[in-house]
């Protein structure tokens, strides 16, 4: 499995009263073992091999992949 960081974005909530608030989504950073990548999803892993928290990124949220290089 490959290292990456993900740069990610994420919906936000907030409660306005009569106020005009301006949010935006919150942006993210997450590091991890690329299991899977498709035309829909992306999959990290946070230790390399089988076991361990997978976790799934809509492309749509996704900003940036960059892969780490191991030494």
Do not use: R
């Not at 990456?4 to 909530?13: A, F, L, P």
């Not at 907030?14 to 005009?20: A, G, P, Y």
């Amino acid at each position: 499995m490959k290292p990456v960081i993900v740069k990610w974005v994420d919906i936000t909530s907030e409660l306005i009263w009569n106020d005009e608030g301006k949010i935006k989504p919150m942006e993210f950073t997450s590091i991890g073992f690329l299991v899977e990548d498709n035309d829909d999803y992306i999959v990290l892993n946070d230790t390399d091999g089988e076991w361990g928290q997978h976790t799934a990124y809509p492309k749509g949220c996704v900003k940036k992949i960059i892969q780490l290089k191991a030494k």
